[in-house]
C-alpha cells in the first residue's frame, strides 16, 4: 500500500550538541561558556608578519615583539585541541591582483612607496605579498595548521569581512569565540569587535596576544573589550577550561 512505501524525506532539523559547561575563572566574575559551541580563533600567526624573511621585517618592523606570542598560542591550541574545541586560523590572504581592496587599503599598505603592497612581489623573493596560498599567508612553521583545523583567509583588518568566516561558524553552531593572535589592536580587535555585532560572545586571550604598537595602545584594548565587549582572561585559566571536561568525555566506542 501507498502508506507502506518507505518516505524519502530531506531533513533540516539541526541536531543541537549537548552542552559542555566549563568555566573560565576570571576576576572579579567568572564567565561560563559552552564548549559545544565555542571556537579557538588565531589571528596572523603568518609568515609575512612573525618571519625575518616576510613583510614586517622587510618594512623595517621588528617582528620580535609579535614573536612572544608563539608559544602561548601553541599552548592554547593544543588545550583547545585536547578538550575538543576546534581552532580556526584566520590569515590575510588577498587575491592575487587585490581586486576587492579598496584603494586607501593599497596605499596604506604600500606606506608611500616605501614597501610593497597587497599583492606585490615580496622583498625576499618568497612569492607574492600576503597572497593567498603563498608563503606569507601561511602560518609560521612553529604554528602549523593541524588536521581538523581550519583556515580561513581574510582581506581586510577584521575576518568577517568578505569571506566565509561567519558561515562556517554558523554551520557549526558556534556561538563562544576566543580570541588570540596578532596584532592586538588591529586585527585581532577588529575581528573581535566584529563578532559581537555579529551576536557571538568573546574572550580575549591576552597572554596568547601581541603586537608591535606602543605599550599604551597594546594597554587600551583589554580594558575595551572588559568595559564594552567581552572578557579577558589568561592562557592558564582559559587552558583549565578547554580541557576542564576530558575525564567525563566518552572514550572512542563509549556511547554518549
Not at 564594552?228 to 577550561?241: E, F, T
Request: proline share 6%.
Amino acid at each position: 500500500m501507498e502508506s507502506e512505501k518507505r518516505r524519502n524525506v530531506t531533513s533540516f532539523v539541526r541536531e543541537a550538541p549537548a552542552p559542555r559547561r566549563a568555566v573560565i575563572e576570571i576576576d572579579p566574575q567568572a564567565v561560563e561558556i559552552d564548549l559545544a559551541r565555542t571556537a579557538l580563533l588565531v589571528v596572523d600567526m603568518q609568515n609575512d608578519f612573525l618571519h625575518d624573511d616576510g613583510w614586517f621585517a622587510a618594512s623595517g618592523i621588528d617582528p620580535a615583539p609579535v614573536r612572544r606570542a608563539i608559544g602561548p598560542v601553541k599552548a592554547l591550541t593544543t588545550a583547545a585541541r585536547s578538550g575538543g574545541v576546534p581552532v580556526f586560523w584566520v590569515n590575510w590572504g588577498v587575491r592575487p591582483d587585490a581586486a576587492n581592496l579598496p584603494a586607501f587599503a593599497l596605499e596604506r599598505a604600500r606606506d608611500n612607496g616605501n614597501r610593497p603592497t597587497y599583492g606585490d612581489p615580496a622583498i625576499s623573493g618568497k612569492g607574492r605579498t600576503l597572497v593567498a596560498d603563498d608563503w606569507g599567508a601561511a602560518n609560521i612553521d612553529e604554528l602549523p595548521v593541524e588536521q581538523g583545523d581550519i583556515l580561513v583567509h581574510k582581506h581586510r583588518l577584521s575576518g568577517f569581512w568578505d569571506n566565509e568566516l561567519d558561515s562556517i561558524l554558523r554551520r557549526r553552531q558556534i556561538t563562544t569565540l576566543v580570541f588570540a593572535g596578532i596584532n592586538t589592536d588591529r586585527c585581532v580587535f577588529a575581528t573581535l569587535s566584529d563578532a559581537t555585532y555579529l551576536g557571538y560572545d568573546v574572550v580575549l586571550a591576552l597572554d596568547a596576544c601581541a603586537t608591535t604598537s606602543p605599550q599604551y595602545v597594546a594597554d587600551a584594548i583589554p580594558f575595551l573589550v572588559r568595559l564594552l565587549y567581552g572578557a579577558v582572561a589568561g592562557n592558564p585559566a582559559i587552558a583549565r577550561a578547554f580541557t576542564s571536561d576530558i575525564d567525563k568525555k566518552p572514550q572512542t566506542g563509549e556511547s554518549e
